[in-house]
């Protein structure tokens, strides 16, 4: 208290000036913690939306990331099931040429001709495994030559087999155009 | 075999002993001789001739002699060794260590025949091999550029991540604007590791780039024998006769090795160092020896075995012999891969003889040489350090060395590893580097042209570097 302000006392209420003074006081703190309150909630909210924002756009970024993976996988998947399911395709059509080729070389037996082709292959059979060599006639056709721990296989489905092993490439036109 | 010949086949077995059938009334048979054994219920297996005494031959049955009975058993010789079909037919395929198909698909054709044994390049027609593969693996392509026609092993010990590694680089390996395709061979697989193996190269096999060759470990020895070489002789015919740049991954040839090993010891013949047939180096060197470029022809073969060092002895046989015949190698190493780190490349130990041939300017990048010299001279530096820090303590360390000290983890993290389904381009893996080395002092960078170090900003962004 300065002395004017001593002076100025009210002698009825002498503790006016201390009343008013610790008053001002009180209040000037006030507006500075809400000041203070206020820049804070602020500067929570600014970090907040920041973060907000950065958790958004990281969020974004690996959904984006999941996405295109779960997209490559799928894709992937689909080629590889496509790639699966052309490999079995001509797989089947493979076999169907072979069983297709051993059921016409199985009718040879019908032609008029047969009789001299098994007659052939029989010749055949012993000039491979010398005159000792058995030979008998296929159930299916052709002609099976054996001598003393040796066989030669000159049926109609081994001779039609090595022809279509043989093939090659040539196969394929199965399936190329 | 041809159409025209007919076989004559004999059914005097003697004995059926694991994989194996003895023969007798046998004529004119040879070694390696590829055999067809038909079953009395019609089934065909193959085989291959293992030993011929007198009129007695031993077979080594491809597929095992489960369900055999010697009584209806006849089995005819080819007079020549095992010949596969060639072309682009193989491309797209999954097959067994001997090309039979595992994906079910019909048999694999081709125009024409050739036998999988094969032979070296003649090395008066070798052209030197130049111009990089880029595996999208940052410590090699950065530190140890693989070259087209080069064979490049990778050394590693068991339970270290080598075959994800090799997997990894047939996925993602490419010759940039040049046709390119993939021959991996896998020998001595575990069921779960060729599961692994062919999951993860399912999307390139789909596109028609990559051909799998999966011997497991449970198939005959005899198979893995030719599983390496159906491989480069299925890439020969891509490279040579198709133009394509071509890369042959073989994983494991330590199990390989040791199929070899058995197949000898089969045969009766003198061991060698650790029991291998003291041929294994020329055995080695006839199929590394098969990749490169020749003059006047397209494409290139390159080779990367794949082998595990026993115990991860790097004086073991297997590696020893491969390090004398291949031009370099990729060396894994357990305390790195202790770190978390993939791959775990041990860049001190690693080395491309060839590096010179495929990388720098006008072949990657003009600053690429610099800054792998750079890179590889700062790490040398940091494991000084390193030990220099375990003797006296890291404050006995003079400031530079704390940067080289401070500068090994960021390598570990910032360089090498990367994740395993992810494809760095070469700018990118260079980057990279840069980035490790602008954390050491300018003077520290010596290596590194004036040039190159003022094109860089501070941050150490891209300056125009050629």
Redesign the interface.
């Known amino acids: 208290m300065t002395p004017a302000q001593a002076r100025a006392v009210d002698p009825a209420d002498p503790l006016a000036p201390v009343r008013t003074a610790l008053l001002r006081a009180a209040e000037e703190e006030a507006h500075q913690l809400v000041a203070a309150a206020r820049r804070d909630a602020e500067a929570v909210v600014a970090a907040a939306r920041s973060r907000s924002t950065a958790v958004l756009r990281e969020a974004r970024r690996q959904g984006e990331q999941e996405g295109g993976r779960a997209t490559a996988d799928a894709m992937?998947r689909t080629?590889?099931a496509?790639?699966?399911g052309v490999?079995?395709a001509?797989?089947e059509?493979?076999d169907e040429l072979r069983r297709t080729v051993l059921a016409q070389v199985r009718l040879c037996r019908r032609e008029p001709g047969y009789p001299a082709a098994r007659e052939q292959l029989s010749d055949?059979a012993r000039l491979?495994?010398g005159p000792e060599a058995v030979v008998i006639e296929h159930p299916r056709g052709g002609v099976i030559g054996?001598a003393?721990?040796?066989?030669?296989?000159?049926s109609l489905d081994a001779l039609a087999l090595?022809?279509f092993?043989?093939a090659?490439?040539g196969?394929?036109s199965l399936w190329r155009t | 075999?041809?159409?025209e010949?007919?076989?004559?086949?004999?059914?005097?077995v003697r004995e059926l002993r694991g994989p194996l059938i003895v023969v007798?009334?046998v004529g004119g048979v040879g070694w390696d001789e590829f055999a067809t054994i038909?079953l009395a219920s019609g089934e065909r297996r193959h085989g291959v001739v293992l030993e011929v005494r007198d009129d007695l031959a031993v077979v080594e049955v491809l597929e095992g002699t489960g369900g055999m009975d010697p009584a209806g058993l006849?089995m005819a010789f080819d007079g020549r060794p095992l010949t596969v079909?060639v072309?682009e037919?193989w491309l797209?395929?999954t097959c067994d260590g001997r090309g039979a198909?595992r994906?079910?698909?019909?048999?694999v054709?081709?125009?024409t025949?050739a036998p999988v044994e094969g032979m070296a390049v003649n090395p008066v027609r070798r052209q030197p091999p130049g111009e990089p593969v880029l595996t999208g693996i940052a410590a090699v392509d950065v530190l140890t550029t693989l070259v087209r026609g080069q064979k490049l092993p990778i050394f590693s010990a068991a339970g270290l991540p080598h075959l994800e590694l090799a997997v990894q680089i047939a996925a993602q390996a490419t010759t940039t604007g040049e046709r390119f395709s993939v021959v991996f061979a896998g020998m001595g697989l575990t069921h779960a590791d060729a599961f692994f193996v062919q999951e993860a190269l399912?999307?390139r096999?789909?596109?028609g780039e990559l051909c799998l060759l999966l011997n497991t470990a449970d198939d005959p020895v005899i198979e893995r024998i030719l599983t390496p070489r159906l491989a480069l002789t299925v890439a020969e015919h891509l490279a040579f006769d198709g133009g394509r740049h071509v890369l042959v991954i073989m994983t494991d040839m330590t199990s390989y090795a040791e199929a070899l090993r058995e197949v000898s010891a089969a045969r009766g013949e003198v061991p060698a160092r650790r029991a291998y047939p003291g041929y294994l180096y020329s055995d080695l060197a006839s199929l590394y020896e098969r990749c490169g470029r020749i003059v006047g022809r397209p494409g290139s073969v390159t080779v990367l075995p794949v082998l595990t060092m026993p115990a991860g002895d790097i004086t073991h046989p297997v590696p020893d012999l491969t390090g004398y015949i291949t031009e370099g190698q990729i060396v894994l190493a357990r305390q790195i891969h202790a770190e978390g780190v993939y791959p775990p490349v041990d860049a001190l130990s690693s080395l491309s003889r060839l590096m010179r041939k495929g990388a720098g300017l006008g072949r990657t990048r003009g600053d690429h040489l610099d800054v792998a010299a750079q890179l590889t001279a700062a790490l040398a530096r940091a494991r000084q350090a390193g030990e220099l820090a375990e003797l006296a303590g890291e404050s006995a360390l003079s400031p530079a060395d704390r940067r080289y000290l401070a500068m090994y983890p960021r390598y570990l993290h910032d360089f090498l590893h990367q994740e395993r389904d992810r494809t760095l381009a070469l700018d990118e893996s260079l980057e990279r580097a840069w980035r490790v080395l602008l954390t050491l002092p300018p003077g520290e960078l010596g290596m590194l042209p004036t040039a190159l170090l003022d094109a860089r900003n501070s941050d150490g962004s891209p300056g125009a570097v050629a």
């Open positions: 992937a080629r590889h496509v790639r699966a490999l079995r001509q797989a059509a493979y055949q491979l495994l054996t003393g721990g040796r066989t030669v296989d000159l090595r022809v092993d043989g090659g490439a196969i394929e | 075999m041809s159409p010949r007919t076989p004559v086949e004999y059914t005097s007798e009334g038909t006849r079909p072309g037919g797209g395929r198909p994906d079910g698909g019909p048999p054709f081709g125009r025949s399912a999307e096999a789909a596109a």
